[in-house]
């Protein structure tokens, strides 16, 4: 889909350099108040983004090509999207490299796997052509026009959305920490989120959009729930895989190659690597974050402990008037 206002990539003779930047554009976008002391968000087709994001967007929807060999691994923030990585990671890589010598060991699962709006934009073909494996949080409706015509996989993570908020808040509150701001309290970000207004939100809409395109080409999207790939990561291991076009041999199953991805890429494990317990993504950059900030709780039901039950009651009621008669359940969790 190309960006309103912004010339798309086939608007420029050949010797002329595209755009860098799409701010000035962005700055005459409706904006709200976002979850932090001194960004805020901006209003896009439908959908809530930092600036630094919707520049890569837009940049993406103008420029990016998508081939038909990639797989694109969509969610909102916080739903999965660091696991979900690692296990499509490890599979796709799982001849290449064994359980000692995987750059997950060294590596944050979000330096092994591309983000769209930030790795890809602006025209880069900074990618190995060697991985398929790309990221984004864009919304279906706003993925850049190439991804659809090429005919690639998409496969999509969603999350309970309490789980997903209290996690959100908590990711949000450690940024602003590690950049000495004063984080907004929880019952501030609560009402930005029920008024739909977080990064890539409204959260319900992002998840209807992929949730209907999943039904109508099942083919190419694969829909997953954070909460039953949890329950049973085996399964949906194999599933992934057979998905994506590197099924699991009889032999591979029965020398326990299922199960040793499955420990690899656990929250526990993961979580407990010295990368990322010390080390930073996008190190020396704007916009670095220390690896640490995306490895909390990993729970389910985890939002118990930090909502009042008139706060979970509230969100359970927006939850279910958002979704309304679509067969998807996000509640009952």
Same mark, same amino acid.
């Given at each position: 889909?190309?960006?309103?206002?912004?010339?798309?990539?086939?608007?420029? %003779?050949?010797?002329?350099? &595209?755009?860098?930047?799409?701010?000035?554009?962005?700055?005459?976008? &409706?904006?709200?108040?976002?979850?932090?002391?001194?960004?805020?968000?901006?209003?896009? +087709?439908?959908?809530?983004f930092h600036p630094t994001f919707l520049d890569g967007i837009m940049s993406a929807q103008d420029y990016f090509k998508a081939q038909p060999s990639d797989i694109l691994i969509c969610s909102t923030p916080r739903s999965g999207t660091t696991w979900l990585k690692a296990l499509a990671f490890a599979i796709v890589t799982r001849n290449s490299f064994d359980d000692s010598t995987s750059p997950l060991l060294s590596?944050?699962? #979000?330096?092994?796997? $591309?983000?769209?709006?930030?790795?890809?934009? #602006?025209?880069?073909? %900074?990618?190995?052509?060697?991985?398929?494996?790309? %990221?984004?949080?864009?919304?279906?409706?706003?993925? &850049?026009?190439?991804?659809?015509?090429?005919?690639?996989?998409?496969?999509?993570?969603?999350?309970?959305?309490?789980?997903?908020?209290?996690?959100?808040?908590?990711? %949000?509150?450690?940024?602003?920490?590690?950049?000495?701001?004063? $984080?907004?309290?929880? @019952?501030?970000?609560?009402?930005?989120?029920?008024?739909?207004?977080?990064?890539?939100?409204? +959260?319900?809409?992002?998840?209807?959009?992929?949730?209907?395109?999943?039904?109508?080409?099942?083919?190419?999207?694969?829909?997953? /729930?954070?909460?039953?790939?949890? @329950?049973?990561?085996?399964?949906?291991?194999?599933?992934?895989?057979?998905?994506?076009?590197?099924?699991?041999?009889?032999?591979?199953?029965?020398?326990?190659?299922?199960? /040793?991805?499955? /420990?690899?890429?656990?929250?526990?494990?993961?979580?407990?690597?010295?990368?990322?317990? !010390?080390?930073? #993504?996008?190190?020396? !950059?704007?916009?670095?974050?220390?690896? /640490?900030?995306?490895?909390?709780?990993?729970?389910?039901?985890?939002?118990?402990? #930090?909502? !009042? &039950?008139?706060?979970?009651?509230?969100?359970?009621?927006? !939850?279910? +008037?958002?979704?309304?008669?679509?067969?998807?359940?996000?509640?009952?969790?």
């Amino acid at each position: 889909m190309e960006s309103p206002f912004v010339p798309s990539k086939n608007h420029f %003779a050949a010797n002329e350099e &595209p755009p860098k930047s799409y701010r000035e554009f962005i700055s005459t976008l &409706p904006r709200t108040k976002g979850w932090n002391a001194e960004d805020d968000l901006y209003h896009y +087709q439908g959908f809530w983004f930092h600036p630094t994001f919707l520049d890569g967007i837009m940049s993406a929807q103008d420029y990016f090509k998508a081939q038909p060999s990639d797989i694109l691994i969509c969610s909102t923030p916080r739903s999965g999207t660091t696991w979900l990585k690692a296990l499509a990671f490890a599979i796709v890589t799982r001849n290449s490299f064994d359980d000692s010598t995987s750059p997950l060991l060294s590596k944050v699962p #979000h330096d092994c796997v $591309p983000f769209v709006e930030m790795d890809l934009s #602006h025209g880069s073909s %900074a990618r190995d052509p060697e991985m398929p494996l790309l %990221a984004t949080h864009i919304p279906f409706s706003s993925l &850049p026009k190439s991804v659809l015509e090429s005919g690639c996989r998409i496969v999509y993570i969603c999350r309970n959305s309490k789980d997903a908020f209290v996690s959100m808040f908590h990711f %949000a509150r450690r940024l602003e920490i590690q950049r000495n701001l004063e $984080p907004l309290s929880l @019952e501030e970000v609560f009402e930005l989120f029920c008024e739909g207004k977080c990064h890539y939100g409204p +959260q319900w809409d992002h998840v209807l959009g992929y949730w209907r395109a999943s039904l109508e080409r099942p083919e190419k999207i694969l829909f997953l /729930k954070y909460e039953e790939v949890k @329950e049973d990561t085996g399964v949906y291991v194999k599933k992934l895989a057979e998905f994506i076009g590197c099924p699991f041999s009889p032999e591979e199953e029965e020398t326990g190659a299922v199960e /040793k991805i499955v /420990k690899m890429c656990s929250f526990e494990n993961l979580s407990n690597l010295e990368v990322n317990k !010390t080390g930073k #993504h996008r190190e020396d !950059t704007p916009v670095s974050i220390q690896n /640490k900030v995306f490895f909390w709780k990993g729970k389910i039901g985890e939002w118990e402990n #930090h909502l !009042t &039950p008139e706060m979970a009651a509230r969100l359970d009621r927006i !939850t279910e +008037q958002k979704l309304g008669n679509s067969g998807l359940n996000l509640v009952r969790h």
